[in-house]
């Protein structure tokens, strides 16, 4: 689907609008060519697996058909069901009391799951008829769905930091993916869980969130990063001085400029990595063995399979059963050429693209089954606060755009997020209300009874779970990591876009227009003025503009 071009404040081909391809991995092919010499930058590293080979014979072994060990699902819990969504609705709901902390004899733990890439729209529980996505769908059925659930910044790094530390991107200072790290002595989910005698592990899939190139270690007492070949590319020592030196130029000259000129050949590196959510499994399972029963934990795992290339594991590459017999493949490669426009696809071959990357999410669905699976055998199940969430979306040629980190539509900002906790929240909700990802960290503390000590801008989310509001005064904010573009969603679905370049806007109304297609800023011009009015003030409260 092609929709009308949108003003660009650069070229495509810089580096912050093509951070998707470039910026997840252009700097780790600058560091690549100098990097880590395959020692693991974890606090634990004894902990590590061997590095896996991404060639099927020497691969992970753990590739299930999901059709052959999952059984499919009834018709009266079809996966296309999806609750009704009121906004504004704000009923009271049956939710069992707070037991105080004497009455606990545990702090419930909390398993906090990214799955990287994964946009709303293609689950069961968020409307898609043709997803396999039976376990987040479960999830959904039992707990809570935020409908509206919107990322800061749609790249990788500066989205887990909004995460994991409750900030607005421009307030965290994470948004030049790999190039911003956050602070030392950041307050973050980690050191507030570890504070409060929490045992806290991260155990991730891709590396950009190594620490070197993001800083979001802190509090992790184990952090653990699993990426296929990773020796191969990690071999040099000097990668961390490079790291360094790219800061520096960032500090001086305009990234945008910089970038192009010092990134070289960097595509081929990023096809030779990949995450895997079966081996960052092997991992997480590791750890639970080692901890489940020590006291509490907060566990962080994140999946990257959704993210290109496209390439499902065996039994998951025709997951929609296309009848396809074009040459188009999920590749870097094929990716590159499409956006520049070496490419013209066909329905067939946008249908096969999107096919691949339902089959990397269903991959990331079972795998989180496992997971779920497996805090079973410590009868962790019903004492562990599941949150599960995205931290971008990605394009499929929307509004001209692909992958991720170049606007602010909905395909590349809108993200599930679930809540699943029966002894305390509520079953089968869904909220209609805006919700954005600074909100998962004061929510779970709000769950769990612990504080944080330093400013967060996020809001807890149960009153809205609660029905104790009914989120009318909500909104959720997103910029870009050059500030080209910044959108606001308000209450009631609708949402503003701004040009920062020019000053242009753009006005939908999600529920009647979820493709963004008919710009009603004309038309209203109260609605525009009065989003306009709450953009400026988000961008002010966010450190956009001061
Ligand atoms: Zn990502």
Redesign the pocket.
Known sequence: MRGQKRPKRQTRRSFLGHSAILGSVGLTALFAAACGGGRPPVSERAFLLPTPSRTPSTGPTVVPNPTATRPALTSSESSTARPTVSPGRAEQRAVPPSPTPTEAPRQPNVLLVTI??LRADRLGAYGFAQAHTPVLDQLAREGVRFDRAICQLP??NA?HASLMTGLYASTSGVKVHMVDKLRPDTQTLASIFARAGYQTAGIYSWVSLDPQFCGLDQGFQTYAGYVLNRSMIFSDPRLEQLAATFRQIKAQVPIVKTADAVLGQSDRIEESLDGRADVTNQAVFEWLDAHAQAGPFFLWVHYYDP?YPYAPPKGYDHILGLDYQGSVDGSVETIHKIENDQITLSAGDLARLTELYQGEIAFADFQLGRLLDYLKKYDLQDNTIITVTG??GESFGEHDDWTHGQAVYESEIRIPLIMHFPSRLPSGVTIAAPAQVIDVMPTLLDLTGLRAQKTVQGTSLLPLIRGQSDGSDRAAFTELADDSFVSVLTYGDWKLIRNDANGEVQLYHLSDDEAEQKNLAQDNPQTTRELSARLQDLMKISGVTR
């Open positions: 990287d890439t790249q990788t989205s993210h931290d971008h």
